[in-house]
């Protein structure tokens, strides 16, 4: 055998010793699975984006023939509506699924109405929306899936501390100044309620996720639920807006039986 100059003939042997079976077959395994990434992986996340690039260009689509005459062609306001840039996808669903926007007519506020867009419609709008950045995003299922087993109690209290001053103890709503009002929650989803507090539409303050958390956000909407499912056992409910009404209902059905009592006494007499 031919010896290398410089080398013992054991480290010879060790040079030319082939490359051990499991180097070979784990550097294999390992390009297999980096190909299948590259490939099959990267495959799915192309899907994914164009799914989402072919949603936005659809809300980019409809803001332009729906909503830029007055929020502009790049969302950026105008005189007869704010920037949409930084609102996120939360506010546009709160929004547009309520039917407040498109706007009627100009007002003191946005009043509900039946929805003009579907619910696709309105998840592109608002995938558009969030494409411009920032914003709160729209609650995700997982968010809304522990209201059911919320604290009540917790979310009562939470609830009077921090709504009832506006939209009544009931939920019922309530007057603002300068004709501007706080409007009842009846017939409003969880996913809206949990969206006004994320994006504070109209006089409403935001409710941050410091402010509050999600937990405290699903107490709250659970309590919500539970006033729309009450029953009244005690006859009518006069809207539940407290004591006024039905001291007046009380002042008036008394002066008429008064009346009624009296009249009968004089037609005897």
């Known amino acids: ?48 984006d164009t799914a989402s690039s072919t949603q936005i260009e659809a809300g980019r689509a409809m803001f332009k023939t729906g909503c830029s005459s007055c929020h502009g062609l790049n969302a950026q306001g105008g005189g007869q509506a704010p920037s949409l840039i930084g609102v996120g996808a939360a506010a546009v669903d709160f929004q547009v699924s309520t039917g407040r926007m498109p706007l009627a007519r100009n ?26 950045g920032g914003g709160p995003a729209i609650p995700s299922a997982d968010q809304l899936a522990g209201i059911s087993d919320a604290d009540l109690a917790a979310g009562g209290s939470a609830f009077r501390t921090n709504c009832a001053s506006c939209h009544n103890f009931a939920g019922k709503g309530g007057a603002l100044a300068n004709g501007k009002f706080a409007p009842g929650m009846s017939g409003a989803d969880a996913r809206q309620i949990y969206e006004a507090m994320l994006s504070g539409p109209e006089n409403m303050p935001v409710f941050s996720d ?46 008429i039986g008064c009346v009624i009592f009296a009249l009968w006494i004089g037609a005897r007499t």
């Open 107 to 132: 007002g003191p506020q946005a009043e509900r109405k039946t929805p003009r867009y579907t619910r696709d419609e309105i998840e592109a709008l608002a995938a558009y929306v969030a494409s411009l």
């Open 1 to 48: 055998m031919t010896s290398t100059p410089g080398l013992s003939d054991a480290e010879v042997t060790r040079r030319r010793r082939p490359v051990p079976t499991a180097i070979v077959v784990l550097a294999g395994l390992l390009f297999t699975g980096l190909a299948y990434t590259a490939l099959g992986g990267g495959s799915r996340a192309r899907a994914e």
């Open 210 to 255: 410091n402010q509050l958390t999600p937990e405290a956000k699903a107490q709250i909407i659970r309590y919500i639920e539970h006033l729309e499912a009450q029953k009244d056992p005690g006859g009518f409910a006069l809207g539940r807006v407290g004591p006024v009404p039905e001291t007046v209902v009380a002042f008036l059905v008394g002066i």
